[in-house]
């Protein structure tokens, strides 16, 4: 697992765009979006950089609680995790249906989570 400190933004390039990065919070009690790609923005409607993940469930409810939920996962298992999903009936204002993302650990200290990197790519609904 590397360090935050680790990670160049800058080397990122293009794919920045798809990177959402955010800070653990009192021990995963919650989590401060320190990055959001331009992908996540156009995704979602919104961007909740340097929000918290309990802005995200104060405004849906369902949707931050997922959220919250992978976070903790990585976090606690020290892993990373993928998934590829629809999405839409959780949270009515995206502008997706389909999904594919990886959440990765990031620490500077061995065994400790102390930011968690997403990239995702989302397939956009087609309006007919």
């Not at 995200?56 to 976070?71: D, E, L, M, S, W």
């Not at 590829?84 to 400790?112: H, K, M, N, Q």
């Amino acid at each position: 697992m590397p360090p935050r400190e680790r990670l160049s933004l800058r080397e990122l390039g293009s794919a920045l765009k798809h990177i959402s990065l955010a800070r653990v919070l009192v021990e995963g009690a919650d989590y401060e979006f320190r990055i959001i790609g331009d992908a996540h923005v156009q995704a979602y409607g919104t961007s909740y950089q340097n929000r918290r993940v309990s802005d995200v469930i104060a405004a849906a409810p369902k949707f931050g609680r997922q959220i919250k939920t992978c976070y903790d996962l990585v976090r606690m298992t020290r892993r990373g995790h993928a998934f590829r999903s629809e999405i839409g009936w959780d949270a009515p204002d995206t502008r997706f249906v389909l999904f594919e993302t990886c959440y990765l650990p990031l620490g500077a200290e061995a065994g400790s989570v102390d930011h968690i990197l997403n990239a995702a790519v989302y397939a956009p609904q087609i309006r007919h």
